[in-house]
């Protein structure tokens, strides 16, 4: 069992930055890969970054690459996203997502643990 819990969301100006954390609880939290997902009003929820157990390999959609870095510290259960140059466009509830997963990683139903979201707003 993986319980998820986000953090560092607000209201940012176009261009700036925000870190959002994700506290993990369980002794497994190691062996799972980790995105982080977006859902804006009205659109499907959407990935956004992940990262493999090792930390080693990363994934971005192509809208965030170069702008946004996730990371992990296995040995303090966490991740994190590094969002930079945020846009108008980036404004969303974003979510942690925690699962045992080797490919399909876009795929929100391929994941088992969700924590409840973050806010993030960037105005124009």
């Known amino acids: 069992q993986v319980q998820l819990v986000e953090s560092g969301g607000g209201l940012v100006q176009a261009g700036g930055s925000l870190r959002l954390s994700c506290a993990a609880s369980g002794r497994t939290f190691s062996s799972y890969f980790m995105a982080w997902f977006r859902q804006a009003p009205g659109k499907e929820r959407e990935f956004v970054a992940g990262i493999r157990w090792n930390g080693g390999i990363t994934y971005y959609v192509d809208s965030v690459k170069g702008r946004f870095t996730i990371s992990r510290d296995n040995a303090k259960n966490a991740v994190n996203l590094q969002m930079n140059s945020l846009k108008p466009d980036d404004t969303a509830v974003y979510y942690c997502?925690?699962?045992?997963?080797?490919?399909?990683?876009?795929?929100?139903?391929?994941?088992?643990?969700w924590g409840q979201g973050t806010q993030v707003t960037v105005s124009s």
């Open positions: 997502a925690a699962g045992r997963i080797d490919y399909g990683f876009g795929e929100p139903r391929r994941y088992d643990y």
